[in-house]
């Protein structure tokens, strides 16, 4: 059973900077490229959106119009976690930030990628705020 475990969340200033880790174990026969890992945000009171999906087939990213500039997802392999840079951090960032795993192959799409998503974490929280 493939198992999530999201870490680097807290407390920052609007403009300020924190990188999101999510650490994945458990793979059985297949490695981090047999799955897409995406970030989903929830913030109080809203539904679960997503953020952003790497895809385990090729390392692409993907990212919703609202981080476009601002977040990077990246992966790395050797250490099977799946990273978020998040820059210049607005207080609507503000929310508990989720990742999530799909097997390969599927089309990415951020605004509808929720419902592929077989595995979770627990999250983190992000709190953006002077």
């Known amino acids: 059973q493939l198992q999530l475990v999201e870490s680097g969340g807290g407390l920052v200033q609007p403009g300020g900077s924190l990188r999101l880790s999510c650490a994945l174990s458990g793979f059985g026969r297949f490695g981090l490229d047999y799955y897409a890992i995406g970030w989903f945000r929830q913030a109080p009171g809203k539904e679960r959106e997503g953020v952003s999906c790497i895809s385990g087939t090729d390392g692409s990213g993907f990212y919703a119009d609202s981080v476009w500039g601002r977040f990077t997802i990246s992966s790395d392999p050797a250490k099977n976690t799946v990273y978020l840079q998040m820059n210049n951090l607005k207080p609507e960032d503000t929310g508990v930030y989720y990742c999530?795993?799909?097997?390969?192959?599927?089309?990415?799409?951020?605004?509808?990628?929720?419902?592929?998503?077989?595995?979770w974490g627990k999250g983190t929280l992000v709190t953006v705020s002077s």
């Open positions: 999530a795993a799909a097997e390969e192959p599927i089309v990415i799409h951020i605004a509808t990628m929720l419902g592929d998503m077989r595995y």
